[in-house]
């Protein structure tokens, strides 16, 4: 294998991004609602490639994908050594629907996917999308699988795109956002490796209560560092660091199909004044290293950059 360069810029690791096809929202793909930047891919190739290329600019060492398992494919064997897959569910399998047709995967079909080592996180669950409660008996049967198999899941919370339920999601509902009945879940299965996907924004609260009484379980702060105004993200990112949280924040894009997310993504932390130089670090990277390895030293931190990319076990 080729050596990377190495890079001036410190390391990155993206928790939560998509590994969807470029045309999921639409062919033409439209413009990222935030900056207007219509994505220039119209291929699944050009779309991996756009995005490794955010990689490569901003040293993110390591990328954890959700999407359906024929486009993650796709993109794990473009940078396998870079791209971590996870099946997002339920969701549709066509990009014509949207987020419309609901499919629950094959649980044998998990197993074999996380043991042969081809997958490497559970989700992003996006329960919400399906009307579905983060504490659904539906979903029982998967967190007991990633508890069994010690695989890390992204739970989604919080909101969505703005009018979801009449643009192809009739199900969402806020209120299943919350991330608070995910307590029954974490009561029940006590070594889940959990991480709650966009901070559990707007549910401050809620978000505080779970991760005060729950030590293990995580954040990361994806879809909220660019998509709301920077002024509201910052206050509650502030206000999640002044609660104690500051080691269990970890850094995502969500980056879907416009990889000029990445950058704002980034730049949302970077621009965040009440964060010293080692907060960001820990949000950056540090804090997912510590999430993801649970086990043993294997990475030594803070991560030495001169020694390049090195994956963080799983």
Same mark, same amino acid.
């Given at each position: ?15 939560? @991004? ?40 901003? %040293? ?8 359906? /398992? ?11 050594? *870079?791209?971590?897959?996870? $099946? ?10 949207? @987020? ?6 094959? /649980?044998?079909? $998990? ?28 979903? +029982?049967?998967?967190?007991? /699988?990633? +508890? ?15 009018? #979801? ?14 991330? #608070? ?12 490796? #959990? ?17 005060? @009484? ?10 909220? %560092? ?12 502030? *206000? ?15 980056? @879907? ?17 009440? $964060? ?9 990277? %540090? ?7 649970? *086990? ?7 991560? %030495?950059?001169?020694?390049?990319? *090195?994956?963080?076990?799983?």
């Amino acid at each position: 294998m080729q050596k990377r360069a190495k890079h001036q810029k410190p390391p990155i690791i993206d928790i939560h @991004m998509h590994t969807y096809q470029f045309n999921r929202y639409g062919d033409p793909p439209p413009p990222n609602a935030v900056s207007g930047v219509v994505p220039v891919a119209r291929t699944d190739n050009e779309a991996i490639d756009a995005y490794l290329a955010e990689m490569e600019r901003f %040293n993110i060492v390591e990328a954890y994908g959700f999407g359906q /398992l024929e486009i993650v494919d796709k993109w794990i064997s473009a940078a396998p050594d *870079r791209i971590t897959g996870g $099946l997002q569910f339920p969701s549709n399998s066509t990009p014509e629907s949207a @987020m419309g047709v609901i499919e629950w995967p094959d /649980l044998e079909l $998990l197993r074999t996917e996380y043991i042969s080592g081809h997958l490497g996180i559970l989700g992003e669950i996006t329960a919400q999308y399906a009307g579905v409660a983060p504490n659904d008996p539906k979903l +029982e049967p998967y967190f007991a /699988l990633a +508890e069994e198999l010690d695989i890390p899941v992204c739970f989604h919370t919080g909101f969505g795109f703005p009018g #979801l339920p009449y643009k192809g999601a009739p199900e969402f509902r806020m209120v299943h956002g919350n991330p #608070l009945p995910l307590e029954e879940v974490l009561v029940g299965h006590p070594n889940l490796k #959990l991480y709650i996907a966009h901070g559990g924004y707007p549910y401050l609260q809620e978000i505080i209560a779970i991760m005060y @009484m729950y030590p293990h379980v995580y954040a990361d702060i994806s879809a909220i %560092n660019w998509f709301i105004p920077r002024e509201e993200f910052h206050g509650y990112l502030q *206000r999640l660091i002044q609660s104690g949280f500051g080691k269990r924040l970890m850094f995502g894009s969500d980056q @879907m199909i416009w990889p000029d997310a990445v950058g704002m993504a980034i730049e949302g932390i970077e621009s965040a004044d009440f $964060l010293t130089e080692e907060q960001k670090r820990e949000i950056f990277y %540090n804090n997912a290293v510590r999430f993801l390895q649970k *086990r043993g030293p294997e990475i030594a931190l803070p991560f %030495n950059t001169e020694e390049g990319s *090195r994956r963080a076990p799983v």
